[in-house]
């Protein structure tokens, strides 16, 4: 599977941003996604996943009640809604696929990577 991200961007704190993640094929469905961040200077961390279906999703808790993971598996898309953005958010924001029904929170475990987009929170 092939990802692409997009809709990063700059914007000020308390505001919101709505990353996608595109996937190629037509299994899309079969894939337990993620969302991983990476601030200036740190290494990427788990921020959001969701299982094959939808039902289930996982965040960290950094992002808990500020951040809304969603799929359609219908458009081969998987959403991060961010809100509440503060400047700790800043970071690049990578998609991420594994084949199956887990939705594991280490980046060691997904093998397939979209190339990131960058969100850049202000004060």
């Known amino acids: 599977v092939q990802l692409q991200a997009s809709g990063g961007g700059l914007v000020q704190a308390g505001g919101s941003l709505r990353l996608s993640c595109a996937a190629s094929?037509?299994?899309?469905?079969?894939?337990?996604m993620g969302w991983f961040r990476q601030p200036p200077g740190k290494e990427r961390e788990f921020v959001a996943g969701i299982n094959w279906s939808g039902r289930n999703t996982y965040y960290a808790d950094s992002v808990k009640g500020r951040f809304t993971i969603s799929r359609d598996n219908a458009k081969n898309t998987v959403y991060l809604q961010m809100n509440s953005l503060n400047v700790e958010d800043t970071a690049v924001y990578y998609c991420?696929?594994?084949?199956?029904?887990?939705?594991?929170?280490?980046?060691?475990?997904?093998?397939?990577w979209g190339q990131g987009t960058l969100v850049t929170v202000s004060s």
């Open positions: 991420a696929a594994r084949w199956g029904t887990e939705v594991p929170n280490m980046r060691e475990r997904y093998p397939y």
């Open positions: 094929g037509r299994t899309f469905s079969g894939y337990g």
